[in-house]
């Protein structure tokens, strides 16, 4: 399910892919519902291509979500995003114990919450496993 949802930058949260088009997406917003278009010169991340760095390898997004979820009784994160930095690290610690923190940032762990956040609010159910059509595919794979 994370395949198809998005962010794009210098846009607050978070995009489910709809459909494409020429030169662009057009993605509705999982915070309003509103539907707008993304044009190929905007920079898109689909959230299923992230993965956090880790003291041995990286950690994929999907994982750090779904110990969020258990970590929280699948309701929102307890910690808010506006939190000190040592609250964010000591949080993000029980989830992630082996984090680099050389490398991943509390702008990075705020980031992370609030797309939790986002996603419950949505009930995105991202332990899903993906299934993304081919044309779904080449769209996020030329953004």
């Known amino acids: 399910m994370l395949k198809t949802i998005l962010s794009v930058s210098g846009k607050p949260g978070l995009y489910k892919l709809i459909s494409s088009g020429k030169n662009m997406v057009i993605v509705e917003s999982l915070v309003d519902s509103k539907k707008i278009p993304i044009h190929a010169r905007d920079k898109v991340v689909s959230l299923g291509d992230i993965s956090i760095y880790t003291n041995e390898a990286e950690a994929p997004l999907k994982d ?19 939190a000190k930095p ?7 610690e029980e989830v992630l114990p082996n984090f680099d923190r050389d490398r991943v940032y509390p702008t990075d762990i705020k980031k992370i919450i609030g797309w939790y956040n986002i996603l419950t609010n949505a009930s995105i159910d991202f332990e899903k496993e993906d299934e993304v059509s081919e044309e779904e595919e080449e769209v996020i794979s030329a953004e």
């Open 64 to 82: 750090i979500l779904v110990t969020i979820k258990q970590k929280e009784n699948n309701a929102k994160a307890s910690i808010n995003t506006s």
């Open 86 to 92: 040592e609250e964010l690290k000591k949080y993000f």
